[in-house]
């Protein structure tokens, strides 16, 4: 079974400050992708970012930035300089790929990360 | 392009009603998938299908119904409504599952209460 707990259920910063959202997940799978989803208050969820098990470089988008760590099994998103924009809902999640199958795209989500930005 | 497309957005249901949610996609997709979203527990799979006339149940399939006749539709049937299906549902679709997976695309989500 594959699990994907946030544990942070909400975050509250003053504009400008850094914050980081932590993701860490459990799968027996040798292979998988981690994801980030965003969903402001419109409801929609939006795409952040994939990354596959075999690539552990931090990656970073703009104030953007995502640690992967096999070792912890984490994938922690950190903004840098956080906007009042930057609220909204993000989840992390997972699709594990079965030895010699496929996971069929079935992605696991951790519970969610309320964020709220203040100005 | 519309990409997936959910209808309807909002619907309020008495239980014991019956309903259908429409999903389409217009990517030529092979996957899709319903979930449901409720508060403090994320995102959790309903069903899923992997092309046309296929259809699997997902982690919580109980008193939801599938079919996906066209590959571009995927619908969601409620037979009898119960208040504990009061959620927002959201459907989905990818390319493959395997490893040249890219992301799934969303809908804008299906907001249904159940009284």
């Known amino acids: 079974a594959q699990k994907v707990t946030q544990a942070q259920t909400e975050i509250s910063v003053v504009e400008k400050e850094d914050v980081t959202l932590d993701c860490v997940y459990e799968?027996?799978?040798?292979?998988?992708?981690l994801f980030w989803y965003k969903q402001p208050p419109s409801g929609e969820l939006v795409f952040l970012i994939r990354r596959n098990s075999f690539d552990e470089q931090n990656e970073i988008s703009g104030r953007y930035s995502w640690n992967f760590q096999k070792s912890t099994s984490s994938f922690n998103f950190t903004i840098t300089a956080s906007q009042v924009v930057d609220s909204a809902v993000y989840f992390c999640a997972l699709i594990g790929l079965y030895a010699g199958g496929t996971s069929y795209g079935k992605l696991t989500f951790g519970q969610g990360t309320i964020l709220t930005v203040h100005p | 392009n519309a990409g997936v497309t959910q209808t309807p957005k909002f619907r309020v249901l008495k239980t014991g009603q019956s309903m259908t949610l429409l999903c389409a996609q217009d990517?030529?997709?092979?996957?899709m998938y319903w979930y449901r979203q409720d508060p403090g527990m994320g995102l959790r799979l309903i069903h899923y299908s992997v092309g046309e006339g296929t259809t699997a149940k997902g982690e919580v399939p109980d008193g939801y119904n599938v079919s996906r006749l066209k590959k571009q539709n995927f619908l969601l049937g409620l037979e009898s409504a119960a208040p504990s299906q009061t959620s927002v549902y959201f459907c989905a679709s990818s390319w493959t599952g395997g490893l040249m997976n890219t992301e799934a695309f969303f809908g804008q989500g299906t907001r249904l209460t159940v009284v």
């Open positions: 990517m030529n997709h092979e996957y």
């Open positions: 799968t027996r799978d040798t292979t998988y992708y």
